[in-house]
């Protein structure tokens, strides 16, 4: 071990890292997103995706659901940090769970012409994306799945013409009858 | 037309700031003015209940609004402008987040018609205070101030005591609106933190404890922020169990030190027992704290053998360095309750006799020894004097950081909780002297002595002033090295003594600085004359910088050296330089 000159124990911790999908339900008021995102840039922790929208008009609720990666006391660490903020009503770990659909929306501009826009085209309803806009030298796809479905169709898209990506993010809900 | 100017909760926002302190029960609040709260100073002007005290720094306020809390359970309040005057409430904030002290700051903001137009003295404070404050809020309507302010002084004192700011533009406090008292629905109803404790992991701790063999208690400042129930239930705990305590840097005084199961502080610079007793235990009960670094060393050598109950209000604290087997969250006090009921009638004291007979050992290493001199003031001697001659009294203690912080911790035998007030997390220099303005303020009679460093004093010696003009007798001890001891420590023990910056070049004659500021100065080179010395110290019912000059080169120990554990300190015998060298090296060629 070669420590460096500090009285700290500096040390690597190798636990694996997982993924996880939270979804967090916080009172919809000024600053609520700048706090959730402080404590992630604050304390180190990754996002890797994250949506926000009021849900709840009336209650002003709204929910944030972030993708993060962690080891399993990091993830849990940031749970706890989540839960204890003031606006925050709950955290549910939509991984822990195992009973969550995750969806992304992603527009997909793609810009050919002749083999390749008709490829593209195939591809798309391959996917189930929807052409929602079009010249005669290019396309824009709507798709909607879970990220390695998105990931995927962009991957197939590059070599036809791959203009420009916009997503959303993940949504994440869970099965069944009862709600969060 | 309804007239509104008969009803008595029509007010000013300013007005409503100074109604809701005086319906929380606030008597005294620390402050300096500015442009941005000049009608809630002109409020204060106007009335007597709510007394302000003047500090030189906005830093100061927030230090002796800390104090103030810390030594009395109550919350803290600071006043503070616009712009520096938030930016200088920075510290205090993260301070008091560090270390859990219930603090309510109210800043002055801009007119809301300004709010980012980087007009004069304009600020993103609950921009900059967000990361350093439990919750802050902006309040933009004059109708949810008296919502707002209250639910400040709930989220600051309930469930994780912390820092508070509530950011309040001119416009809204000269605007006129509806003033309401304290009500439940002032607070989110997302916060409610857990007061009780889970039974069956109440239960699961009672069967370790009672079947433990080489038990501790590990105490931290979340049982002195309970309150007095949880000091009470901890001793009771420790009586009825017959188990040693030790404590971290935050709980010193929850247990008395002059107990017989007390082992005396733990961590970087706790005893040998202490920490050979957290090293080799079968059981330990950590309640209301939080296995800080500064206390766990090398984490994955950290207590390896053992099971271990942690008792936080606090989720997040729970698993954050440590993996324990029982968590409780909810109040220490209500917990500890809880496990003494089952404790008591379900189990016995179980027998550690060879336990004790261990820890006996350990003791009788004596790892505080430190050699006096009848020629230098060595600082640990210094620190037994004032210990010595301040028993019996009512005393409070406030430090700076440094070596001397560490002696304090040491030497220094608490026997109630709220007796210390010292920056753990944080480490802040400069915090004992206003600290000790706010304790001072707190307890107008007691004896209040900041135990500060030469170079720490200097950070916020203006506050001098504060305790002239209020005629608070503070008393400034000193343990003058003419080093930043404590980074001189560590550049000779990690960084082959080269002494970058850290000798007190061109110290100031605090006697002369004491009576500039209209003190008292006090200064002794001779351990001969340093009962002496104290005594008038003590008898001066005036601010004293008391300037005790002691040995420049004393380091602190036992220390646990760098990426060690537990049973790896270096005791003081053994801090000669070949030994100190070779604890220190690790793999390293440093030293
Ligand atoms: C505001 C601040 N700046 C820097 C430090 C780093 N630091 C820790 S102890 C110390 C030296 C303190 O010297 P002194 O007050 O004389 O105390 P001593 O260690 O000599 O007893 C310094 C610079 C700190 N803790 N706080
Ligand atoms: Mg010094």
Redesign the pocket.
């Known amino acids: 071990m070669n420590q460096p000159a500090s009285a700290y124990f500096i040390e690597d911790r190798h636990d694996p890292n997982e993924t996880h999908t939270l979804a967090v339900l916080v009172q919809n008021e000024p600053g609520v997103l700048a706090r959730v995102i402080g404590l992630f840039s604050g304390r180190g922790y990754n996002i890797e995706s994250l949506t926000v929208s009021e849900t709840e008009a009336q209650k002003h609720l709204s929910r944030i659901t972030i993708v993060t990666t962690g080891t399993p006391m990091v993830i849990q660490q940031i749970k706890h940090q989540l839960d204890r903020m003031i606006p925050v009503y709950q955290v549910v770990d939509m991984t822990e769970t195992r009973r969550s659909i995750e969806r992304e929306l992603a527009m997909v501009k793609v810009r050919g012409q002749g083999e390749h826009r008709v490829e593209a085209l195939r591809l798309a309803d391959a996917f189930r994306a929807r052409v929602i806009d079009a010249t005669t030298e290019s396309f824009v796809f709507e798709i909607t799945g879970n990220t390695d479905k998105i990931n995927e169709f962009i991957d197939l898209m590059r070599p036809l013409g791959l203009v420009e990506v916009s997503r959303t993010g993940v949504a994440a809900i869970g099965r069944g009858p009862e709600g969060m | 037309m309804s007239d509104k100017s008969h009803d008595p909760n029509q007010m000013t926002g300013a007005a409503m700031i100074v109604r809701a302190l005086i319906d929380h029960g606030v008597t005294d609040i620390f402050g300096y003015p500015g442009g941005a709260v000049l009608p809630i100073y002109d409020e204060i002007f106007q009335q007597s209940e709510v007394q302000h005290i003047l500090v030189r720094h906005e830093q100061g306020a927030g230090h002796a609004a800390e104090g103030y809390a810390r030594s009395t359970g109550k919350p803290g309040v600071a006043l503070v402008t616009s712009g520096p005057g938030a930016t200088n409430m920075v510290?205090p904030l993260t301070d008091a987040l560090m270390d859990s002290i219930p603090l309510v700051c109210i800043s002055g903001q801009v007119p809301t018609h300004l709010i980012g137009n980087d007009a004069f003295q304009e600020c993103d404070t609950v921009g900059i205070t967000r990361p350093c404050t439990k919750h802050n809020w902006l309040v933009r309507d004059v109708n949810e101030l008296a919502k707002v302010l209250h639910e400040a002084f709930y989220v600051a004192t309930t469930g994780r005591p912390g820092p508070v700011l509530v950011d309040v533009p001119k416009d809204v406090q000269f605007a006129t609106g509806t003033y309401h008292p304290p009500r439940k629905s002032d607070v989110h109803r997302s916060y409610a933190p857990r007061v009780k404790g889970d039974a069956t992991q109440i239960r699961k701790a009672v069967v370790l404890l009672a079947n433990a063999k080489r038990p501790v208690i590990y105490s931290g400042g979340g049982v002195i922020n309970s309150g007095p129930e949880a000091t009470k239930l901890l001793r009771e705990l420790v009586e009825v169990t017959g188990f040693p305590i030790t404590s971290t840097l935050m709980g010193l005084g929850a247990y008395p030190a002059s107990g017989k199961n007390w082992l005396g502080m733990l961590g970087m610079h706790g005893t040998y027992e202490a920490n050979m007793t957290m090293h080799d235990c079968d059981v330990m009960l950590c309640v209301g704290a939080r296995f800080d670094d500064r206390i766990t060393g090398r984490v994955d050598a950290f207590s390896p053998n053992s099971k271990k109950i942690h008792i936080d209000i606090d989720p997040s604290s729970i698993n954050k360095n440590i993996r324990v087997d029982v968590p409780i969250i909810g109040d220490c006090a209500n917990i500890l309750g809880d496990i003494l009921q089952v404790f008591k009638a379900e189990a016995k004291k179980p027998d550690i006799k060879n336990w004790w007979q261990q820890i006996a050992q350990w003791r009788a290493r004596n790892s505080l020894y430190y050699k006096k001199s009848n020629d230098v003031i060595l600082?640990q001697h210094a620190i037994q004097s004032l210990f010595e001659a301040t028993r019996g009294k009512d005393t409070y203690i406030t430090t700076?950081?440094?070596?001397?912080?560490m002696?304090a911790a040491q030497f220094f035998g608490f026997e109630e909780p709220h007796r210390w007030m010292t920056s753990g997390g944080l480490?802040?220099?400069?915090y004992g002297l206003p600290a000790a303005v706010g304790v001072q303020v707190a307890h107008p009679d007691s004896l209040v002595i900041d135990i500060?460093?030469?170079?720490?004093?200097q950070?916020t010696m203006q506050e001098m002033s504060t305790a002239v003009q209020y005629e608070l007798p503070i008393k400034i001890f000193i343990?003058?090295?003419q080093?930043?001891?404590?980074?001189?420590?560590w550049q000779q023990l990690l960084h082959g003594n080269r002494l970058s910056h850290?000798y007190?070049e061109a110290l100031p004659d605090f006697v002369k600085l004491a009576e500039a500021y209209g003190g008292v100065g006090i200064q002794v080179h001779k351990p001969g004359d340093l009962d002496g010395a104290i005594k008038e110290m003590i008898s001066v019912k005036r601010p004293v910088l008391f300037d005790c000059r002691v040995a420049a080169l004393e380091n602190?120990f036992p220390m646990i050296p760098s990426g060690k554990a537990h049973n790896e300190m270096l005791l003081p015998e053994q801090a000669n330089d070949e030994a100190t060298a070779k604890a220190f090296a690790g793999g390293k060629a440093l030293v």
Do not use: F, I, K
């Open positions: 510290t600082p700076e950081v440094g070596q001397h912080q002696w480490g802040t220099m400069g500060a460093g030469d170079a720490s004093v950070m343990l003058n090295n080093y930043m001891g404590m980074v001189r420590q850290s007190s602190c």
